[in-house]
């Protein structure tokens, strides 16, 4: 069966619980919208209000520390947020890359310790303008891949399920720029090419999402790329409105 397309926000450092109505809007589309499977990642503090107040979607986090527990002050382990009702947790974002100088190395065991805990994970990646600018971009992508995704046991089965891949040209992020479709599907080739090295079969079913400055006016258009499986939303998901205008044009994708 062919899997639905995947649209989650992204809420970064935004919001208070004076932002649960939107979640709930969201959610109410989502239950209209069927053909598309949504999801919120809120500010961790949100995350139980949003399980219990919006049950249609999906919740994530934003990011969790590679260890299950201990001495690290102000840090949050995969199982807490298992605990507090996510689903998944978005690892290796650009601005935790650059933020908190997070290299592959950092990120990979992150997204082994959600695997662990039971969550999904959705793995960043994306060059920066001077990498594509240099002809880089396919190979860094490619380097990161390779750096962050969870690989061994934990990966033996139910590959597409647990692991999604999120393409973020580090340059489209909240700029309003976004590549051609002809590179977001070069790009999203190269991945899935990737995906295939690395998992075998099963890296074909893995979903890739695109993000970067995703809007309900140009959504069609970026989700009918090649290989694009969803979209992963940051400033456009603060709103239903503009969440649920790319929602809906994620479902009238496949007609
Ligand atoms: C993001 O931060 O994941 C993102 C895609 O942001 P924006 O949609 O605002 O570009």
Same mark, same amino acid.
């Given at each position: 069966?062919?899997?639905?397309?995947?649209?989650?926000g992204?809420?970064k450092?935004?919001?208070?619980?004076?932002?649960?109505?939107e979640?709930?809007?969201?959610?109410?589309?989502?239950?209209?919208?069927?053909?598309?499977?949504?999801?919120?990642?809120?500010?961790a503090?949100?995350?139980?209000?949003?399980?219990?107040?919006?049950?249609?979607?999906?919740?994530?986090?934003?990011?969790?520390?590679?260890?299950?527990?201990?001495?690290?002050?102000?840090?949050?382990?995969?199982?807490?947020?298992?605990?507090?009702?996510?689903?998944?947790?978005?690892?290796?974002?650009?601005?935790?890359r650059?933020?908190?100088?997070?290299?592959?190395?950092?990120?990979?065991?992150?997204?082994?310790?959600?695997? #662990? %805990?039971? &969550?999904?994970?959705?793995?960043? =990646? +994306?060059?920066t303008?001077?990498?594509?600018?240099?002809?880089? $971009? /396919?190979?860094?992508?490619?380097?990161?891949?390779?750096?962050?995704?969870?690989?061994?046991?934990?990966?033996?089965?139910?590959?597409a399920?647990?692991?999604?891949?999120?393409?973020?040209?580090?340059?489209?992020?909240?700029?309003?720029?976004?590549?051609?479709v002809?590179?977001?599907?070069?790009?999203?080739?190269?991945?899935?090419?990737?995906?295939?090295?690395?998992?075998g079969e099963?890296?074909?079913?893995?979903?890739?999402?695109?993000?970067?400055?995703?809007?309900?006016?140009? #959504? %069609?258009? &970026?989700?009918?790329?090649?290989? =694009? +499986?969803?979209?992963?939303?940051?400033?456009?998901?603060?709103? $239903? /409105?503009?969440?649920?205008?790319?929602?809906a044009a994620?479902?009238?994708?496949?007609?």
């Amino acid at each position: 069966m062919a899997q639905r397309p995947y649209i989650v926000g992204n809420w970064k450092m935004h919001g208070t619980r004076s932002m649960l109505a939107e979640a709930r809007a969201i959610d109410r589309a989502a239950e209209r919208l069927i053909k598309v499977e949504v999801a919120l990642a809120p500010p961790a503090t949100l995350i139980h209000a949003i399980r219990k107040e919006a049950g249609l979607i999906g919740v994530g986090a934003q990011d969790c520390h590679a260890a299950e527990g201990g001495a690290h002050t102000g840090d949050i382990s995969a199982a807490m947020l298992k605990d507090a009702g996510a689903d998944f947790v978005i690892v290796g974002h650009s601005e935790r890359r650059a933020d908190h100088c997070e290299s592959d190395a950092i990120v990979q065991p992150k997204a082994r310790s959600a695997l #662990a %805990a039971g &969550l999904a994970v959705i793995v960043c =990646v +994306g060059e920066t303008e001077q990498q594509r600018n240099a002809g880089e $971009a /396919e190979r860094v992508v490619a380097g990161q891949l390779a750096g962050s995704l969870p690989q061994g046991d934990l990966v033996a089965d139910k590959i597409a399920e647990k692991i999604i891949v999120a393409y973020e040209p580090v340059w489209a992020i909240g700029t309003g720029r976004v590549p051609t479709v002809e590179d977001i599907g070069a790009m999203h080739r190269a991945i899935r090419a990737k995906l295939v090295e690395i998992y075998g079969e099963a890296g074909a079913a893995i979903r890739i999402l695109y993000g970067g400055s995703v809007k309900p006016e140009n #959504a %069609a258009e &970026l989700l009918a790329a090649d290989e =694009v +499986g969803g979209a992963l939303v940051g400033g456009a998901s603060l709103t $239903a /409105e503009s969440f649920v205008g790319i929602i809906a044009a994620a479902a009238d994708r496949d007609g």
